[in-house]
């Protein structure tokens, strides 16, 4: 799987956007980008993904760059609950063996403060 | 719909003893995985299965055994317990799709100790 590159930190002020930035510089033509977020000690949940276009759910959006090799989620209303630490990861979007794991670096741990 | 529950929620063990870690999810997913989480550090895959009777290894295999019986459970076994496997422990689950994947679905997690 290609590597990921997040800050280790960031703040945001409750009711603004929160964007987070990846760097997957090796990503491959078949791997997509994942986010998930970990709040407190509790399992990890899943936020969103995409492949090459721009997505959007009711959680977050998703802006891949044009050439791949970064994304950034937004958060377009960050709220204290959203405090959490987030992870970018990128893997192929079929299962095949090892291929279909999710394998999580350290994230950014997000810190909305009122 | 429960979902993926892990039982025990926490745990204390001895060194040396043997103890089962249980996963159980009713999504009708094919894949399920186990991984551990060290404080500060993101999580690490142990074992995995991509369907009833399929079983394979992650990145830190080695203390742990998994069986997957039925689609629904997927036990992770210590057989001789060490504190270096005092951890918190999450199971998830995902839909086993060709092509779009939509997202793994993880348990509250087990925290055990060695001592």
């Known amino acids: 799987d290609a590597k990921t590159t997040q800050p280790t930190s960031m703040d945001c002020a409750e009711g603004r956007a929160a964007n987070l930035p990846c760097n997957h510089s090796?990503?491959?033509?078949?791997?997509?980008v994942y986010w998930y977020r970990q709040i407190h000690s509790q399992g990890p949940q899943y936020i969103i993904h995409?492949?090459?276009n721009n997505e959007t759910n009711e959680m977050a959006s998703l802006i891949i760059t044009e050439d791949r090799k970064s994304s950034t989620l937004i958060l377009p209303h960050a709220t204290l609950r959203d405090t959490a630490v987030y992870y970018c990861?990128?893997?192929?979007?079929?299962?095949?063996?090892?291929?279909?794991?999710?394998?999580f670096g350290k994230g950014t741990k997000l810190s909305v403060k009122p | 719909n429960a979902g993926v529950t892990q039982t025990p929620k926490f745990q204390v063990l001895k060194t040396g003893q043997s103890m089962t870690l249980q996963c159980a999810q009713d999504?009708?997913?094919?894949?399920m995985s186990w991984y551990r989480q060290d404080p500060g550090m993101g999580l690490r895959l142990i074992h995995y299965?991509?369907?009833?009777?399929?079983?394979d290894q992650g990145e830190v295999p080695n203390g742990y055994n998994v069986s997957r019986s039925t689609t629904e459970d997927f036990p992770l076994r210590l057989l001789s317990a060490a504190p270096s496997q005092t951890s918190v422990y999450f199971c998830?689950?995902?839909?086993?799709?060709?092509?779009?994947?939509?997202?793994?679905?993880f348990g509250s997690g087990t925290r055990l100790t060695v001592v």
């Open positions: 090796t990503i491959s033509g078949n791997e997509y």
């Open positions: 990861i990128v893997r192929v979007g079929n299962y095949g063996g090892s291929q279909g794991n999710l394998i």
């Open positions: 995409g492949l090459k």
């Open positions: 998830a689950s995902s839909q086993n799709l060709q092509g779009e994947y939509y997202g793994y679905t």
């Open positions: 999504m009708n997913h094919e894949y």
């Open positions: 299965s991509v369907g009833a009777g399929i079983t």
